[in-house]
């Protein structure tokens, strides 16, 4: 049987303001990243959105549009560490304005960029961003690094880690979307006016699990691995995903996403197995929310504030209900 935590008139009164601010500042906040046709503000979007509209635009339509956000991952933090320690690591060469050993080693022939902007360009909310004027969408996102040749050509770099035995490849299904992310930079670098090398490199750090014990310490092989990026589709995509976000209809689902096919599985099992509620029968979270109610009622009834003299409904009901628990 469901128990209820028992609160205050008062408690109950100040519980539901906070409550109704929070979602109050939750809702503003969203609605700065959610589209609206009729706004004549850029529309921000980010990098990693355009690729959820590739990857499945109804998910995108109900993130970006309906507000309806993707459960959130938890925070890749040792992938984090290595990013972190490498952008360091390049740095220190940034300043020498020297080749790191490793650019050497792979026959890159360029020096890690000492643009004033970088740092800007490397801020996961700010990055490198373009307004386009026909979409009016501002496409942004964030580098890890730029490398730029003695003819002033800049290489855009990303930073990768893994734990995967042999040698790594850019093959594969999910490597594809890295490989869009290079050419995604490689664009919005050009349309800051930038002459951008189509090879870009993959400086990739792969974990060694082979060793005989922990010993406190995880040892990489890195390895840099060039691509070569063709960015012609960016303009594209964008155009699509803003058409998307406009119609007034949720869009396909991608038939090949594991989680939709659990989504829906669960769905109807549930529905089959979920009995029928008696009528006139409640919840008990239907239950709890009219016990709610009905104390704030009643406080408001018991200080006079615009009630009229009579026992209110919702109180009534609520004493009723409290028996139940
Ligand atoms: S297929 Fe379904 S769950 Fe998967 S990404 Fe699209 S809408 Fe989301």
């Not at 906070?18 to 990098?47: N, V, W």
């Not at 109804?58 to 952008?87: H, Q, W």
């Not at 009622?297 to 409290?322: C, D, I, S």
Request: net charge positive; aromatic share 12%.
């Amino acid at each position: 049987m469901p128990r209820l935590k028992i609160m205050s008139l008062e408690e109950s009164v100040r519980h539901e303001e906070q409550e109704r601010m929070s979602a109050e500042i939750f809702r503003q906040k969203k609605a700065r990243y959610l589209f609206d046709p009729s706004s004549k503000i850029p529309f921000r979007l980010s990098r990693s959105r355009l690729e959820n509209f590739l990857s499945c635009p109804r998910c995108f339509y109900l993130d970006r549009r309906l507000g309806i956000e993707p459960p959130g991952m938890p925070a890749f933090t040792l992938n984090s560490a290595v990013d972190e320690l490498l952008k360091k690591e390049f740095d220190i060469y940034r300043r020498m304005k020297k080749a790191h050993p490793l650019m050497e080693r792979f026959g890159v022939r360029a020096i890690p960029w000492a643009h004033p902007l970088l740092e800007e360009w490397r801020q996961p909310f700010k990055g490198i961003s373009y307004h386009h004027p026909s979409l009016n969408v501002v496409l942004y996102g964030a580098v890890d690094d730029l490398w730029v040749d003695e003819e002033r050509t800049a290489m855009v770099v990303d930073y990768k880690a893994t734990c995967s035995q042999g040698p790594v490849s850019l093959e594969g299904p999910y490597r594809q979307a890295y490989k869009r992310q290079m050419e995604v930079y490689q664009w919005l670098l050009r349309r800051q006016g930038f002459v951008v090398s189509e090879t870009g490199y993959f400086v990739y750090c792969n974990g060694n699990k082979s060793l005989a014990q922990f010993d406190s310490r995880l040892e990489f092989s890195i390895e840099i691995i060039p691509y070569h990026g063709r960015d012609s589709w960016v303009e594209e995509a964008l155009s699509q995903a803003l058409a998307c976000l406009t119609k007034d209809s949720l869009p396909n689902s991608s038939p090949d996403c594991g989680y939709c096919h659990y989504r829906q599985r669960a769905h109807s099992k549930e529905e089959e197995s979920t009995p029928e509620p008696e009528a006139g029968s409640r919840s008990s979270s239907e239950l709890s929310i009219i016990v709610q109610k009905g104390r704030m009622e009643a406080y408001r009834y018991q200080f006079g504030v615009g009630h009229k003299k009579r026992t209110p409904p919702l109180a009534r009901e609520a004493a009723q209900q409290r028996e139940l628990f």
